[in-house]
């Protein structure tokens, strides 16, 4: 397969608090070095791209030296947290903005979808959207008119065909905006995270466009999401950008497995210590401790103990949504009959993780035949993600309590 999309130590500051460099004396110092020839002063400092962190500089690097390569015909991931760099990076490979330093080297024409209505004109009708968008994209009138009826049957905004976009919803915007730059055939589609505005049946048929772009006619899609379920559903490799720079480029699942344990509520609670119980750990199928579970994971909670009093003793683990409302426990006396003494770890293995997106806590308990002897209330929380727990692109939606497979040893 051949490049198409090459980003050479790709770098954008920003000058914190104003709009350009925010002083005349700045501006004229970029001047002066600028006319001798020399490099740009103020590349040579500014703070990463954290912003849960003081500034110590007037400048932040949004983005620090990225590189990376996209092949024709291939649907690149890009993931990391919000504040990360994703969306600047995708504006610079779209020539929304400029990067301070670097270079990106393109061999076909970019379709952006960076934001809800992007590049559409308020006034204008949908249909005078789609011919503008396709002039844009460097589309012929006729080239457009030959699409146009797939475009519209595909967006579902016939009957708003001839009215103003200005009185769409967000979510006909996107419809419509999605429609045009996926069927106008641009060699590369790039895709922010304006999906998620439209609703779960959209959100369905564009994965299935997206991925008939790629597979079925070889253009190359450059997806950002925060859905997990989706980026692996859909793409073929992936980027995680963590403080403007790229921690992780490779395959996919590794992928999402190395942002849910660097990068997921790295302040939240996963290692404590209290009376019989040491410490409670939450560990992936390589028996690695991680931060966050994807929905349909296979999980391991490892709880270790320390019983001077050598009494025999039933484990419950029960999980609370962030409202504290019970959702569902596994006790180890129920299913197992599995009691536990002395010192040690007890496993407990939950097969598909149930929950949905969000944060939850849980409570550990310790049960001397029917008494609790040790309660734990919110001993740590737990970061679940979408994931595809039905194998076929179906995502579970919250529930307050159901019932679960899971096993102790």
Known sequence: MSVILKAENISKQYRLGTVGTGTLSHDLNRWWYKVRGKEDPYLKIGDTNDRSKKATSDYVWALKDINFEVEKGEVLGIIGKNGAGKSTLLKILSRVTTPTTGSI????????????????HPELTGRENIYLNGAILGMTKAEITSKLDEIVSFSGCERYVDTPVKRYSSGMKVRLAFAVAAHLEPEILVVDEVLAVGDAEFQKKAIGKMQDISKGEGRTVLFVSHDMGAIKSLCSRLLVIDSGQVAYSGNVNEGIEFYLNESKLKDLHYYKTFGIIRCVEFKNNSKNRINGVLVGQNIYIEVSYENPEFFQFALSIGFFDSFSNFLFSCRSDVIDVKYFKNKGVATLEIPKWPLSEGVYSYTITL???????????????????????????????????????????
């Open 367 to 409: 049960f001397n035949g029917n008494s609790p002897v040790e309660s734990i209330r919110d001993a740590g929380n737990i970061n679940v993600e979408k994931g595809d727990y039905y194998g076929y692109g179906k995502l579970p939606g919250r529930r307050k309590s159901f019932y679960i497979d899971y096993k102790w040893s």
């Open 105 to 120: 080297k393109c061999a076909g024409r970019i379709a952006s979808l960076l934001e809800v209505g992007t590049g559409f």
